[in-house]
């Protein structure tokens, strides 16, 4: 792939078949998932030191933990949304490849570009859902029912932001997919 950026066993990068139109949307997506990744890792490192206070503060200095678990899951909410774009970039969700096995070569390409098309679907919707849910969280400050009680439009808007940069990042793959289909669809009648 073009302007790819090895690590270590896959590359992420702009696919050449992605259309020009898309060129710029693909690489705001690069750069913006390379941030995301590092910001998740600075999430799980500070949910797991957070975890671990909660810990020696309970068992050891007796003290009540009422912010510890919420805080943790919080980070890892955001961590898991926002690095979805990522790992989808590298093509690294889980998929299940009993029926690509069954199928023809030539059905099979298709195949691939229908569930993108499904994913890229589902996944708008999901982004959807998640900002109308953020809205209510921000319009009437909902908050936890813990007695720290932080708003509820912090997660709201990590699975919001994460959910449309997943979505975008389907539908730029999409569009590459398509692009390269129909490249090679008239490469074959040529």
């Not at 400050?141 to 997660?155: D, E, M, R, V, Y």
Request: hydrophobic residues 55%; neutral net charge.
């Amino acid at each position: 792939m073009s302007h790819g950026i090895d690590n270590g066993s896959a590359v992420v990068g702009i696919d050449p078949d992605t259309p020009g139109l898309l060129q710029p949307l693909a690489r705001a997506l690069l750069w913006i998932n390379q941030a995301m990744v590092v910001l998740g890792m600075l999430a799980l490192l500070v949910a797991s030191c957070v975890l671990t206070y909660s810990v020696l503060s309970r068992y050891v200095m007796k003290a009540s933990t009422d912010w510890q678990d919420e805080a943790a899951v919080f980070c890892l909410v955001g961590a898991t949304f926002m690095c979805g774009a990522f790992v989808q970039s590298l093509r690294g969700h889980v998929g299940i490849e009993a029926v690509a096995g069954l199928l023809p070569r030539s059905v099979n390409r298709w195949r691939v570009a229908a569930v993108d098309l499904m994913c890229v679907l589902f996944c708008a919707f999901f982004a959807w859902k998640s900002w109308t849910l953020f809205h209510e969280a921000w319009v009437d400050g909902q908050t936890t029912s813990s007695s720290w009680a932080p708003p509820l439009w912090i997660p709201y808007g990590l699975m919001s932001a994460g959910m449309t940069l997943l979505s975008l990042q389907l539908l730029v793959q999409l569009a590459a997919r398509l692009n390269g289909l129909v490249k090679k669809s008239q490469g074959e009648f040529a």
